[in-house]
């Protein structure tokens, strides 16, 4: 139905920069939220930033300032670029979309595989 790729990830030094892209496909309607999730080894999986169809962003408190989230509607594509990065950012990082498809009315949630990130100090 849709499936998401991640690309952009690997290996950076304290202070670099990184930039994920995800890209969408499949049988999509429509796009609704596209966001970014981390998860570090024994963590839980934790929120890094979301974007509304519309332009309408939300970040975690811990990348405020230093991520910025985009997105492409007409490619059903979106970004994270990742700015002063720390060795706490060291993480899989998972791109995901909540949409509509052709099999289903009702939005529905979906998941990459997720990319590693790693932030040496």
């Known amino acids: 139905q849709v499936q998401l790729v991640e690309s952009g990830g690997g290996l950076v030094q304290s202070g670099g920069s990184l930039r994920l892209s995800c890209a969408a496909s499949?049988?999509?309607?429509?796009?609704?939220?596209m966001g970014w999730y981390r998860q570090a080894p024994e963590k839980q999986r934790d929120l890094v930033a979301t974007?509304?169809?519309?332009?309408?962003?939300n970040y975690a408190d811990s990348v405020k300032g230093r991520f910025t989230i985009s997105r492409d509607n007409a490619k059903n594509t979106v970004y994270l670029q990742m700015n002063s990065l720390e060795p706490e950012d060291t993480a899989v990082y998972f791109c995901?979309?909540?949409?509509?498809?052709?099999?289903?009315?009702?939005?529905?949630?979906?998941w990459g595989e997720g990319i590693q990130v790693t932030v040496s100090s």
């Open positions: 974007i509304s169809r519309d332009g309408t962003t």
């Open positions: 995901a979309a909540v949409a509509i498809t052709l099999q289903r009315a009702s939005q529905s949630s979906y």
């Open positions: 499949g049988t999509i309607v429509r796009i609704n939220v």
